[in-house]
């Protein structure tokens, strides 16, 4: 079944011990901190950061975050240190144990919105994306980054870690750009579609290169999420899950509760059982709730133990379905 999962920082927190009570088995951890001397891609540094959640009954099964990449997605001097960094890390992620990366080629600014506070049910704030308010945005330092240059470097750069990650035995989860638009502020983004991510895993193949499922990009980009689950699914290519829901189109769109997006998300959960996922999965841009500050917008307590609890009832109806569904299934047969 399905591996739910939450994101938490690397030392246990209030979200740790809320996680564990809620019946979360799974981390989805961050790239350790510099610690006496270690790097954060270091042998022990992630040793000890997965030991962190071993001891608490957490089971760190993907690493969210990475060392500095942009040169390599802009192709700028100092890239080929930073591909040997990253070949450090997944080498030792391997070794450590962790078994899944997720990592993205957003060059020059990750996941972006234009706003983090936007209204939602019950005057709940989530964040938001309007295209039309950077129709008069400056360029940023990179200049014009077209998508062929992206398409270039992200070559170059999958070249490189994909036989890495095989022997480390580390698959290499890659995100879809977020929003699904292109160019923001004079940068391109090329990771806007399935089939987009699909080239992607295609320019160096291998068991170890997939994709992480962000369902809230892929419905933004207007994806139907249960074929795009089966594409995937049917080439074993689905190592991690973003369990999340929107409502727009690329040029505007906003972050949703778990229950009110465009996306049937009990459909999108059975079609994860039917095709046998058996992954992490966590829930990713949860609304800012009553009484919570918004420092960290999308990922407020209050909004995760919501998306939890919601993904473990859709998780029961899915498993319920699938059991009726090969009963039906061995009746036909018989």
């Known amino acids: 079944m399905l591996q739910l999962a939450e994101f938490f920082p690397g030392y246990p927190s209030r979200l740790w011990h809320l996680a564990k009570q809620m019946g979360v088995n799974y981390a989805v951890g961050p790239l350790p901190k510099e610690d006496h001397g270690m790097k954060p891609w270091d042998y022990m540094n992630l040793v000890q950061m997965k030991q962190r959640f071993a001891d608490f009954g957490l089971n760190l099964q993907v690493i969210e975050s990475a060392p500095e990449t942009n040169r390599i997605k802009l192709g700028l001097p100092g890239r ?22 997720c990592y993205n080629f957003m060059a020059q600014f990750n996941w972006f919105r234009t706003s983090t506070t936007i209204r939602t049910r019950g005057g709940a704030l989530v964040s938001g994306y309007d295209h039309a308010l950077l129709a008069n945005a400056p360029l940023t330092e990179a200049g014009i980054v077209s998508e062929d240059q ?19 035995k580390v698959r290499l989860a890659l995100h879809p750009d977020d929003p699904p638009i292109s160019p923001i502020r004079g940068v391109s983004r090329i990771l806007r579609s399935s089939d987009a ?4 895993i295609d320019l160096v193949p291998s068991e170890y290169s997939g994709i992480t499922l962000c369902q809230g990009t892929l419905a933004t980009a207007g994806e139907d999420i249960p074929t795009v689950i089966r594409k995937f699914a049917a080439q074993d290519k689905i190592f991690f899950v973003h369990f ?6 690329p040029e505007k769109f906003e972050e949703t ?17 039917e ?52 009963i039906q299934l061995a009746e036909l047969k018989v």
């Open 257 to 273: 509760f778990h229950d009110d997006g465009k996306t049937d998300m009990l459909e999108a959960m059975k079609t994860y059982y």
């Open 244 to 249: 999340r829901d929107v409502r727009g189109t």
């Open 197 to 200: 991510l699909q080239k992607a």
């Open 150 to 168: 992206l398409w270039e470097h992200l070559k170059y750069y999958l070249e490189r870690i994909v036989p890495v990650a095989e022997k480390a």
């Open 275 to 326: 095709v046998g996922f058996q992954g992490p999965a966590r829930p990713d841009h949860v609304p800012t709730m009553e009484g919570e500050n918004n420092d960290n917008p999308g990922y407020e307590l209050l909004g995760r133990l919501y998306g939890v609890g919601y993904i473990r009832g859709l998780m029961e109806a899915a498993a319920a379905g699938e059991r009726e569904r090969q």
């Open 80 to 101: 080929d240190e930073e591909i040997d960094i990253m070949c450090q890390f997944i080498t030792n992620m391997g070794a450590a144990g962790i078994s899944v990366l």
